[in-house]
């Protein structure tokens, strides 16, 4: 198998496209036009006719270029119209040019690296299959769930499917955001731009929970590809989290969606409560790995790990 770098500006977008649809694990976050809005820049590595594809989003920073995994990109890896060997995925890695001397990425869930020659993490990622009636869903639900649920209808919590993005992303910005502040400007800008784009082409809809007030206090933007429907982003306030809202407004969802060959991917998580929360839909357990690269000099490694160590017992 031979695989070549491709530059973005001489990547034939609709073979790739064509490939990403075909593929026995496309994603919508592999989709060319996504990563045109997401990732800062991206080139590829190619195998054939674009039968494998994938994508390397990078970043140059103090001299050092790196690939990074994009906000609102859970998964990317290797796709193919292929089955996707062990052997494939590590052809795949080992092609990775070398200038890159870091990379921090996360592939696929139908990427299996060989664990004894790659430094690989594994993430937790949650799925629910909604062909079913949604009866018969609901009866495998936590509770837990059915509590919160029973909660928010009593709080008299109410469920639109045409909320704005905007109310969302601030909703987020306002609660969340401001605890963690990883999200900066210009990725809430690029979250916009992604979902106006997922709404143009009828790929996106944003639900809303709003209290008896007519407030929203929770909301959820979901974005539909490869017969899957992607929970990309949320946020909620502190009366949500006491009024169950978010539990009613992902049960609403699923009761509009049951019985459609369509899976739920809720988009994670590592952490123990998101996790928990997830599961308590009946959803399934689907891992997906990450794989870390580091080629920087060892005085170069030194210095960095110092800094980290230093900010650290300056910072706790």
């Known amino acids: 198998m031979t695989i070549r770098l491709v530059k973005n500006s001489l990547i034939d977008r609709t073979a790739w496209d064509l490939c990403v649809s075909r593929s026995v694990n496309g994603t919508v976050y592999a989709y060319s036009w996504y990563l045109d809005i997401v990732s800062d820049g991206w080139d590829?590595?190619?195998?054939?006719?674009?039968?494998?594809?994938?994508?390397?989003?990078?970043?140059?920073?103090?001299?050092?270029?790196?690939?990074?995994?994009?906000?609102?990109?859970?998964?990317?890896?290797?796709?193919?119209?292929?089955?996707?060997?062990?052997?494939?995925?590590?052809?795949?890695?080992?092609?990775?040019?070398?200038?890159?001397?870091?990379?921090?990425?996360?592939?696929?869930?139908?990427?299996?690296?060989?664990?004894?020659?790659?430094t690989v993490l594994q993430n937790v990622n949650f799925e629910l299959d909604l062909i079913e009636p949604y009866d018969i869903l609901r009866k495998r639900y936590a509770q837990n769930t059915i509590r919160n649920i029973a909660r928010a209808l009593r709080s008299e919590v109410s469920i639109a499917a045409n909320t704005r993005p905007e109310d969302i992303v601030s909703l987020f910005r306002m609660n969340t955001g401001r605890r963690f502040g990883q999200l900066k400007e210009k990725d809430y800008k690029r979250l916009l731009r992604l979902v106006y784009e997922c709404l143009r082409s009828s790929k996106a809809v944003c639900y809303g929970a709003y209290t008896c007030e007519n407030t929203l206090c929770a909301g959820a933007i979901m974005v539909f590809s490869q017969r899957k429907v992607i929970f990309l982003f949320s946020g909620t306030d502190e009366v949500a989290r006491t009024n169950g809202a978010m539990s009613l407004l992902i049960d609403h969802f699923i009761q509009d969606s049951a019985g459609n060959h369509l899976t739920l991917d809720f988009e994670g998580s590592n952490d123990v409560n998101l996790a928990r929360f997830y599961s308590s839909f009946g959803s399934t357990c689907v891992e997906y790995p990450s794989i870390q690269i580091n080629r920087l000099p060892s005085v170069i490694r030194f210095g960095i790990n110092t800094i980290k160590i230093i900010r650290n017992r300056l910072f706790r």
Not at 71 to 93: A, C
């Open 44 to 118: 590829a590595l190619i195998s054939g006719d674009y039968e494998t594809i994938f994508p390397l989003t990078f970043r140059k920073k103090y001299g050092v270029s790196y690939l990074y995994q994009p906000f609102f990109t859970q998964q990317l890896g290797i796709f193919s119209i292929r089955h996707i060997t062990p052997e494939i995925v590590g052809s795949y890695l080992k092609a990775i040019p070398k200038k890159y001397l870091l990379a921090e990425i996360n592939l696929n869930s139908f990427n299996r690296p060989d664990e004894s020659e790659w």
